[in-house]
């Protein structure tokens, strides 16, 4: 898949990140756990972020941290003051969940989050997508993101057919992987989030004439 997309679609990569980069600049859309590098405080975004609409999670990330600042705070936390506080969240298993990860970085990883993916991804609850979205958000790496938005993305610039597993699908994968800023590739994920969000979106018919990756896009082109 290496330089398919710029030798065989004739993709200028590097204009095509520069556009989204800048259109993400200028329509940033700011949430609590977007203003840090803090993995702690992205980890518990993400796991509050499962499922859960981002209106239900803002009030109630903000009232954890409030309670639990810090990665030492949280590890010294008692299950019951977890639960109380994501309890308007719903689904009991988040604070279950969140005490085995405290017990797991406590005893495994001397009381540090730790940035190998093979070892996120042992920690409870840490999906292929959290793991991915930490060392993308909090270490800078240039980790690609599959969720429903970025392969829907994906799917309509290059005319892919969308299914339930594309979110695990190694080519969608290697489509992200090509396209992601090395340089800036937590810019570039969040303008990719936003996109989605604002323009590529899914509940209403996408704004194709605003979008920066038009010009590029299958489905964009098949609309005019």
Same mark, same amino acid.
């Given at each position: 898949m290496m330089g398919y997309l710029?030798?065989? !679609? @004739?993709?200028?990569?590097?204009?095509?990140?520069?556009?989204?980069?800048?259109?993400?600049?200028e329509h940033y859309q700011f949430f609590p756990w977007r203003g840090t590098k803090d993995p702690y405080r992205i980890l518990v975004a993400e796991i509050m972020l499962h499922r859960t609409q981002r209106s239900q999670v803002i009030p109630i990330y903000k009232r954890f941290i409030r309670r639990h600042p810090s990665i030492q705070a949280f590890l010294g936390a008692r299950k019951g003051s977890l639960q109380?506080?994501?309890?308007? !969240? @719903?689904?009991?298993?988040?604070a279950d969940l969140m005490n085995e990860m405290r017990k797991v970085l406590n005893s495994q990883h001397n009381g540090r989050i730790p940035s190998e993916k093979a070892e996120l991804m042992d920690l409870p609850g840490?999906?292929?997508y959290v793991a991915s979205a930490l060392r993308c958000f909090s270490w800078d790496l240039p980790e690609p993101l599959l969720d429903t938005n970025t392969v829907r993305v994906v799917g309509r610039l290059f005319g892919l057919e969308i299914k339930d597993y594309s979110r695990r699908s190694n080519r969608f994968r290697s489509i992200l992987a090509e396209l992601i800023d090395s340089e800036r590739p937590r810019e570039f994920t969040y303008a990719m989030l936003d996109l989605a969000d604002q323009v590529c979106t899914i509940r209403k018919p996408p704004l194709c004439d605003v979008c920066p990756l038009s010009q590029w896009c299958t489905f964009a082109k098949r609309r005019s």
């Open positions: 710029s030798e065989t !679609l @004739g993709i200028d990569l590097a204009e095509f990140r520069r556009g989204l980069i800048a259109w993400g600049q109380r506080i994501l309890q308007p !969240l @719903g689904l009991r298993w988040r840490v999906s292929d």
